[in-house]
């Protein structure tokens, strides 16, 4: 990969360059990637910001709301003069003003079976912080279709939880973690149950260092691992998963069937 950063790149992501994983070759490969971000709120805010920080070169977001003024405890994408406006318009305002060198890409529209595949075919990996198990599945199972690498977070309260899923490399996908059950029921909210808002920012933070892992394949992936963070206790804990064989996403022959990559 040759190395063509102009000056401008060179100063903003000299940091970034100092690291010998890095390096001019790394920060040309951040700039020739694109990222799919579900939701553009508490765990979205910080997992675009950084990753438009570090230049990585088209982002896109998909969402359907708009900003409301109780968002903006966690949700630092957004500001009090742009409640009520789309919530991906308004993060496009903040990570174009942050990194003008990227490219954002405002999807406003809720993820359905019809647009799905379709999103996030467009972009190389896939992070995940929507709010509803509905979605959860459906990104899911789309990223197993497409042999995209998934890197998903949740957050309630004073906890969080982050894994990778790379089912086109041999790993787990989400619904390995978390069968499907029978009958769907609605995920604990946070407008029902409260959200801490620094936990969104250290999970978000934490998606975003892992997604750009990936993409500079640097390190240890969270492939196989759940990662669980604590905050009242202050304690992080790592639990094993591995793929199920009869899982109806990824188990048998269903991720090579249901393939569009």
């Known amino acids: 990969m040759s190395i063509d950063l102009t000056e401008n790149e060179i100063q903003r992501y000299s940091r970034h360059i100092l690291l010998p994983e890095v390096g001019g070759t790394g920060q040309m490969r951040l700039r020739q990637s694109s990222v799919f971000i579900v939701g553009a709120g508490g765990l979205g805010s910080p997992v675009a910001c950084y990753l438009a920080a570090a230049?990585?070169?088209?982002?896109?977001?998909?969402?359907?709301?708009?900003?409301?003024?109780?968002n903006l405890q966690r949700q630092f994408l957004h500001a009090t003069d742009r409640v009520g406006m789309p919530k991906v318009t308004s993060a496009r305002h903040m990570l174009e003003a942050l990194n003008p060198e990227v490219t954002v890409e405002p999807h406003e529209a809720q993820l359905t079976d019809d647009n799905v595949d379709d999103l996030v075919s467009r972009y190389d990996l896939v992070c995940d912080g929507s709010d509803n198990f509905e979605t959860r599945y459906l990104v899911n199972a789309a990223c197993v279709r497409q042999r995209k690498t998934l890197i998903s977070a949740a957050v309630l309260r004073f906890d969080g939880q982050i894994s990778?899923?790379?089912?086109?490399?041999?790993?787990?996908?989400?619904?390995?973690?978390?069968?499907?059950?029978?009958?769907?029921?609605?995920?604990?909210?946070?407008?029902?149950?409260?959200?801490?808002?620094?936990?969104?920012?250290?999970?978000?933070?934490?998606?975003?260092?892992?997604?750009?892992?990936?993409?500079?394949?640097?390190?240890?992936?969270?492939?196989g691992r759940l990662l669980l963070w604590d905050a009242l206790a202050a304690r992080f804990t790592t639990i094993s998963i591995t793929r199920d064989p009869a899982c109806p996403v990824c188990g048998g022959q269903a991720s090579h069937d249901s393939s569009h990559g």
Request: glycine share 14%.
């Open 55 to 70: 230049g990585v070169g088209r982002i896109g977001l998909v969402d359907h709301d708009r900003v409301e003024l109780s």
């Open 164 to 223: 990778t899923f790379r089912p086109h490399r041999g790993g787990p996908c989400y619904a390995c973690l978390f069968p499907r059950p029978e009958k769907d029921t609605p995920a604990p909210s946070c407008g029902d149950s409260g959200i801490f808002g620094a936990v969104t920012g250290v999970l978000g933070t934490l998606q975003a260092t892992e997604a750009l892992k990936e993409i500079l394949e640097l390190g240890e992936s969270l492939d």
